[in-house]
């Protein structure tokens, strides 16, 4: 198992810019999630999905959108990008067992500059 | 409301000595705990977890963490630390509706001297 894939690893932008941050899991995880991190502040919940075809927001959503059209593969857009949002993005899954959520996997994480 | 309190940003050990990194939590129900490690320009990579099976939990790399409610504390330790353990450790409690969200700690950054 590959596990949690992302791409790209590194990424630079010029303000106003849109991109597409993929994330990929070879677990059949049911659940995924977006968190990025910022220094001093850990990971914050950006979007989160329970399975194909539903996502919700999370604690800092603002500036991004999510959709999950397979179990596999959950993307990140940004439609406008502001320099607010330079940070690292990271990708995670997990599964569900006896009505639980159990540990969350994360990907290697997209180091995202927005100048 | 549940949240995390890694009660030191920076800790510094011999090799060789335990390590000791303190968590305390605070939750309106029996929680779900983590202890993440994260590497210099890497991902997150879990250690350990508490699901109320056991109050002693052992993790990866020679690491525990005991869960006392009494306390609301869930610290990490290590008997004897090793360079590769230098990293950033984050203290999660897991929010246990429909969102599943991760509540980080700020993390504690390790330092093992030689």
């Known amino acids: 198992n590959a596990g949690v894939t992302q791409t790209p690893k590194f990424q630079v932008l010029k303000t106003g810019q849109s991109m597409t941050l993929q994330c990929a899991q070879d677990?059949?995880?049911?659940?995924m999630s977006w968190y990025r991190q910022d220094p001093g502040m850990g990971l914050r919940l950006i979007h989160y999905?329970?399975?194909?075809?539903?996502?919700d927001q999370g604690e800092v959503p603002n500036g991004y959108n999510v959709s999950r059209s397979t179990t596999e593969d959950f993307p990140l857009r940004l439609l406008s990008a502001a320099p607010s949002q330079t940070s690292v993005y990271f990708c995670?899954?997990?599964?569900?067992?006896?009505?639980?959520?159990?540990?969350?996997?994360f990907g290697p994480g997209t180091r995202l500059t927005v100048t | 409301a549940q949240s995390v309190t890694q009660l030191d940003s920076h800790v510094s050990v011999s090799e060789g000595t335990p390590v000791l990194l303190r968590c305390n939590y605070s939750?309106?129900?029996?929680?779900?705990l983590f202890w993440y490690v994260q590497h210099p320009n890497k991902g997150l990579q879990l250690l350990l977890k508490?699901?109320?099976?056991?109050?002693l939990v052992k993790g990866i790399n020679g690491f525990e963490a005991e869960f006392k409610k009494s306390e609301t504390s869930f610290h990490l330790t290590k008997p004897s630390a090793h360079m590769s353990d230098a990293a950033e450790y984050f203290c999660?409690?897991?929010?246990?509706?429909?969102?599943?969200?991760?509540?980080f700690g700020s993390g504690t950054r390790l330092l093992v001297r030689p």
């Open positions: 999905s329970v399975g194909a075809g539903i996502t």
């Open positions: 939750s309106s129900y029996s929680p779900s």
């Open positions: 999660v409690v897991s929010k246990m509706d429909s969102s599943y969200k991760l509540i």
């Open positions: 508490y699901t109320s099976a056991a109050t």
């Open positions: 677990m059949n995880h049911e659940y």
């Open positions: 995670a899954s997990s599964y569900s067992r006896a009505g639980g959520w159990y540990e969350q996997y």
